[in-house]
């Protein structure tokens, strides 16, 4: 009888097992993502709650999908490397699906393609249920996923300590993924200490939702570093972006609808200009703690939407201003993000020592920079150094004795200027001589107070070749300004040649004495003269071009006081907009030989009815009924250093 029912029993069992084999719940049965899982592999879409190795070095193949009522847990120190397969490798979380990425400061997840460069793969997108102006279930343009909905508390996951490399595959002519793309994503997602870097497109971008993120680090994103759209209304606290190669778009672009999404505290740092903050149609921001260094435009309303949608430190926002306010973000602990940050090194008070900036880094000046007696200044090739808009506190002076080297060259000029390079940002370059001066010995400045004047004509003060100076002029009191280059008693050994003033609102150059002088000298739109002489300059120019294009300037030349008779060989200046070309004060005059001078209302102004004689012109007492547009035009087609921006 028992060995009957053994048997009988062995039979039920062995038919049980059959018929679970072919309903195929067999749990010794695996799906194929999940034996691929096991085996560091990630491609297709998860079947089930799954939790990574961090000990598995993970190959990311092509699309790995986590659907509608799944989980992806990624712990921390987890690898991922993604093929370099272009827009057929990324990770996708679906609507209802949900990912945890659980890194730490010390042991960050990574997902990168083996070099990092950009548009190797797609990137992470997430979709969510949140509000999208797309509407409810549209239809994303990566991958065709589906998202949005009513629920803006929906919950996606969370992401703590990720970084993200080398994404931004291109789809089509007007699609590309991002690094992270969040399509409608809930206010319930935490998001945390994100980092994306080299992505062919933008760092992250939001369609609509109402996530929030803090802590990003956004580095050399082609496109936009962050950028929303669809009515985003979301925040996004502490966020550093940093472009030092060419070809990127933007800090931030925003487009469609204004939902007013806030960012709260936002550096950006770019070493090859371009724009900053970009508005498109209707949208706008709340931003606080803005800091901008190195963009060419700050604030950009591409389609003349409303400035009041957009309010920059509790004021409407003002595209004339730079926002170059000190660093609202502090990455230096950032060491989860991996990445090698531009240095940025801070110019200001003395210089007591001899001191070589350089090129490689990026410089801002943020306040007066003064090389003092007996120590010296070297400014490399290629430097740039981003004047600080503030006026009258920032300038660069070298005092008696000191000396400034400016080694541009005609490929890399040195670079100083405003980031908007708007005139009267700041103060620009001075430098005192013990050159003769008929204000005496030991005179003072009328800017800085600072002591020049002596003896020695042939004082050296160094040298200054191949720079670009923009944005200078500010005004000191009802008086005096700044000038792009301030020259006190400069004396004769002293070289200048190659010398490029933009957009100044006083002087372009301006000699107080001396015996200095100049070869290649370029001057354009500075609002008051372009070359100003005073108290007995004996120098000279070989070679000035001047160009006058918008209204409120004053001279090409303006001379005062006593003549000392400088030397000026090869003159051209053009004006679009009338005004006076040369100006004599007093008893003041030159010697001008190729003088050319277009447009001018007044070519020749003895103001104060000095002798004529004292300004001689091509060999022959200057008439100011001449046109003086005969002469040779100086040529300026090989000066492509007058042209090198920040």
């Known amino acids: 009888m028992k060995k009957l029912l053994l048997n009988v029993l062995s039979i039920a069992v062995m038919a049980s097992a059959l018929f679970t084999s072919c309903d195929g719940d067999d749990p010794l049965v695996k ?42 847990t990624i712990p921390a120190g987890t690898n991922i490397q993604a093929a370099v397969g272009g827009t057929d490798v990324y990770v996708a979380v679906l609507k209802g699906g949900k990912i945890f990425v659980e890194g730490t400061e010390s042991s960050p997840v990574v997902m990168s393609s083996p070099n990092g460069n950009p548009g190797d793969w797609g990137g992470l997108t997430i979709c969510g249920k949140a509000s999208t102006s797309a509407g409810v279930d549209a239809e994303a343009e990566v991958g065709g996923f589906i998202y949005g909905g009513t629920e803006d508390n929906d919950n996606s996951g969370a992401i703590e300590y990720l970084v993200i490399k080398g994404t931004g595959a291109q789809i089509n002519s007007e699609s590309q993924y991002n690094g992270v793309s969040f399509y409608a994503v809930g206010a319930g997602t935490s998001v945390s200490n994100v980092a994306v870097i080299n992505g062919s497109d933008d760092g992250v971008e939001f369609f609509g939702g109402t996530v929030s993120v803090s802590n990003l680090f956004l580095q050399n994103n082609e496109d936009d570093a962050i950028d929303w759209t669809e009515g985003w209304n979301g925040t996004v606290t502490n966020a550093y972006v940093e472009h ?56 950009d309303m591409k389609d003349d939407g409303p400035l009041a949608n957009v309010i920059i430190d509790d004021e409407t926002a003002d595209p004339a201003k730079s926002y170059n306010a000190p660093s609202t973000v502090d990455v230096s602990g950032w060491t989860w993000a991996n990445a090698e940050i531009a240095e940025v090194v801070e110019l200001t008070g ?36 981003h004047a600080d808009a503030g006026g009258t506190e920032v300038y660069i002076a070298v005092l008696m004795g000191g000396q400034i080297f400016i080694n541009g060259t005609t490929d890399n000029p040195v670079v100083i200027a405003s980031d908007l390079g708007q005139p009267g940002d700041w103060g620009g370059l001075t430098i005192c001589g013990k050159a003769s ?156 030989t190729n003088l050319y001078l277009e447009g001018y209302e007044k070519n020749i102004d003895m103001k104060d009815n000095g002798p004529l004689e004292n300004v001689v012109i091509d060999g022959e007492t200057a008439n100011p009924a001449a046109s003086y547009n005969s002469g040779t035009k100086v040529n300026t087609t090989g000066w492509t250093w007058k042209d090198a921006t920040l």
């Open 31 to 72: 799906e194929p993502v999940i034996e691929n899982l096991e085996k560091g592999v990630m491609e297709g879409e998860l079947t089930e709650n799954y939790t990574l190795d961090a000990a598995t070095s993970y190959q990311l193949n092509g699309a790995f999908i986590v659907p509608e009522g799944i989980e992806l």
């Open 244 to 299: 030092t190669i060419e070809g990127f778009s933007t800090v931030v672009e925003a487009d469609k609808v204004n939902n007013n999404p806030k960012i709260v505290n936002l550096t950006a740092v770019s070493t090859t200009g371009g724009t900053a903050l970009q508005f498109k149609k209707e949208s706008g921001a709340t931003i606080t703690g803005l800091s901008l260094s190195g963009y060419a435009t700050s604030v």
């Open 350 to 385: 003395n210089v007591n020592s001899d001191v070589t900036l350089d090129a490689s880094k990026s410089y801002r000046l943020t306040g007066s920079y003064i090389v003092q007696d007996g120590a010296s200044l070297t400014i490399p090739a290629g430097t740039k150094i």
């Open 437 to 592: 001066t008929t204000a005496g010995e030991n005179a003072e400045a009328e800017v800085g107070g600072f002591i020049y004047g002596g003896t020695n004509d042939a004082d050296n003060s160094g040298s200054v070749s191949n720079l670009v100076i923009k944005g200078t002029g500010a005004q000191i009191n009802s008086e005096s300004q700044y000038n792009g280059v301030s020259l006190y008693a400069v004396g004769s050994e002293t070289t200048l040649e190659n010398i490029a003033v933009f957009d100044g609102s006083d002087d372009g150059i301006e000699f107080f004495g001396g015996t200095v002088s100049v070869t290649n000298m370029y001057v354009e739109n500075c609002e008051d003269d372009a070359i100003d002489w005073t108290e007995g300059w004996s120098g000279g120019i070989t070679n000035t071009y001047i160009s006058h294009t918008i209204e409120g300037f004053s001279t090409a030349f303006e001379a005062d006081k006593v003549n000392n008779n400088p030397q000026f060989e090869n003159v051209t200046a053009i004006s679009t907009v009338g005004g006076t070309a040369l100006q004599f004060k007093k008893e003041s005059g030159a010697t001008i």
